[in-house]
């Protein structure tokens, strides 16, 4: 371990300096939540689809629909994947919704795409557990700025080969749902939205940490689908992350997804997201 270097005679002067927030989204294009909400009073149910414990599915929801995920047996967090179904390489982008929105997400925020393309892909209508906030140890749910439970950093940390983590679970999802070898699913496997996980980041050392969720059966997140989209939950080996996740100890529970179709017309003056307007020239010209 290195020496700590000496503070500097300005040290206090330098930490006082007031933050800037680096996003600034007051000129976000605000989703219509109040047509949404009212579309889905009326909106029926079409699909649904059961997430074992310990285990990941796919899902489609077509543009204009709705899909909720909920807590069915017992408190049990999952680690969500969304992509454009009709190109898997547009895909979630945690870093960008973090910095838009902040580090856990709820009601009238949205999930954006990645690069080239950044724009809404699904817009969150109503979460259960939008009375948690921020409690006193700087936790909060729905969060996105964990990666998801992986069997390389199982392996570097314990040397363990264990395949039922969220990335394993995702993997093996996608892979099923599409076709594609294992191999070649997995580079499609991105950074997640935590449902439900409650995390957050130690005030001392700045550790990411989990504490046990609040989700209870009964509870769920549901969203828009801005666009086309195919979906990957996994209902992680942690259950309620109160303890470790990576494992068989923990008491894990099934996670339910079901698809609503809005009536025709609910939807008047909708239109989905265009890709983002930057012209990609990167000062190369035209």
């Known amino acids: 371990m290195t020496d700590m270097p000496l503070p500097p005679a300005d040290a206090d002067d330098r930490r006082a300096i007031k933050p800037v927030i680096c996003y600034p989204n007051e000129t976000l294009p605000e989703?219509?939540?109040?047509?949404?909400?009212?579309?889905?009073?009326?909106a029926r149910k079409i699909d649904e689809v059961l997430i074992p414990a310990r285990d990941a599915r796919c899902f489609e929801v077509?543009?204009?629909?709705?899909?909720?995920?909920?807590?069915?047996?017992?408190?049990?967090?999952?680690?969500?994947?969304?992509?454009?179904?009709?190109?898997?390489?547009?895909?979630?982008?945690?870093?960008?919704t973090r910095a838009l929105h902040g580090t856990h997400i709820t009601s009238g925020e949205r999930?954006?795409?990645?690069?080239?393309?950044?724009?809404?892909?699904?817009?969150?209508?109503?979460?259960?557990?939008?009375?948690?906030?921020i409690d006193g140890y700087g936790g909060s749910v729905h969060d996105v700025i964990g990666t998801r439970c992986?069997?390389?950093?199982?392996?570097?940390?314990?040397?363990?080969?264990?395949?039922?983590?969220?990335?394993s679970n995702l993997t093996r999802a996608l892979a099923a749902h599409t076709g594609m070898p294992p191999h070649e699913a997995e580079p499609y496997?991105?950074?997640?939205?935590?449902?439900?996980?409650?995390?957050?980041?130690?005030?001392?050392?700045?550790?990411?940490?989990?504490?046990?969720?609040?989700?209870?059966?009964?509870?769920?997140?549901?969203?828009?689908?801005?666009?086309?989209?195919?979906?990957?939950?996994?209902?992680?080996?942690?259950?309620?992350?109160?303890?470790?996740h990576s494992s068989d100890t923990a008491a894990c529970y099934p996670l339910l997804v079901e698809v609503f179709a809005p009536e025709e017309g609910?939807?008047?003056?909708?239109?989905?997201?265009?890709?983002?307007g930057y012209d990609r020239s990167h000062g190369l010209g035209g």
Not at 111 to 133: E, F, K, Q
Request: proline share 6%; net charge negative.
């Open 150 to 167: 992986d069997p390389y950093t199982g392996n570097l940390l314990s040397g363990d080969q264990y395949h039922y983590c969220c990335h």
């Open 62 to 96: 077509p543009a204009g629909q709705f899909f909720r995920i909920s807590s069915v047996e017992g408190p049990q967090v999952g680690d969500l994947n969304l992509w454009n179904s009709k190109d898997l390489r547009e895909r979630f982008f945690s870093g960008k």
């Open 189 to 244: 496997v991105h950074d997640v939205l935590n449902v439900f996980m409650c995390t957050g980041f130690t005030r001392d050392t700045g550790q990411y940490f989990m504490k046990a969720s609040p989700v209870r059966p009964g509870d769920y997140l549901e969203f828009f689908a801005e666009i086309d989209l195919l979906g990957a939950l996994s209902a992680c080996p942690g259950g309620d992350c109160s303890s470790e």
């Open 31 to 42: 989703a219509p939540v109040a047509l949404y909400q009212a579309a889905r009073e009326t």
């Open 111 to 133: 999930m954006w795409t990645c690069l080239p393309t950044l724009r809404p892909m699904a817009t969150i209508v109503h979460d259960t557990l939008g009375w948690y906030g």
């Open 266 to 276: 609910a939807l008047e003056g909708w239109r989905s997201p265009s890709i983002n």
